[in-house]
């Protein structure tokens, strides 16, 4: 990969390549120490255009069940209480609204649906890099309350915080 020299080389419509991305989270175990998360099951679509930026759009959908945070009781009790994902199996993202920041810098505000409930949500990403084959490496980061969400923690046990750092780092690949 090379480092990103101009934006209107981005410019296209692309996929999440799930392989080389990582959607997580990481949250404040009640007890000490961080918790972190990853979605495995995730698909997206973007379309970015340097020429007019309000044309852009992002899309995201995480299978809540593909949880996995290195423990499966932990798992269970995130998908099944918190995230309630019998009635809600997917998580997604729709932006509104793309802004360009500086020739590596995207600002990508939309909705966050979880447990059937839509928030606001913005996420500045940098551009890691790209390469000639049309393939484009992006991180961001943001802190949410789950409580936004009607996601209430569980505090006469250990449990997460209602602090939720949202991790993503993303490879995407430009469609023909």
């Known amino acids: 990969m090379t480092t990103l020299t ?3 080389e981005l410019a296209g419509d692309y996929t999440l390549d799930a ?6 989270f990481v949250a404040r175990h009640t007890v000490g120490g961080k918790v972190r998360g990853r ?3 995730v698909e997206g679509t973007a ?4 020429g007019d930026p309000a044309a852009s759009r992002v899309r995201l959908t995480l299978r809540a069940e593909s949880l996995d945070t290195g423990n499966a009781q932990r798992d269970g009790l995130v998908c099944g209480m918190l995230l309630k994902s019998g009635d809600h199996p997917v998580l997604t993202f729709v932006s509104t609204e793309v802004r360009i920041l500086n020739e590596s810098a995207f600002r990508i505000t939309g909705g966050l649906t979880v447990r059937g409930t839509t928030k606001p949500l913005t996420m500045d990403f ?6 000639p084959g049309g393939v484009v490496t992006a991180v961001g980061r943001t802190a949410v309350l789950s409580t936004g969400w009607g996601v209430k923690t569980v505090m006469t046990r250990p449990f997460i915080s209602a602090k939720v750092e949202l991790e993503i780092e993303v490879t995407a690949v430009r469609l023909p």
């Open 126 to 131: 940098q551009v890691t890099g790209t390469d």
């Open 19 to 24: 392989g080389r991305s990582r959607l997580g």
């Open 39 to 41: 979605f495995s099951e």
């Open 47 to 50: 379309r970015l255009d340097a």
């Open 6 to 8: 101009g934006l209107s």
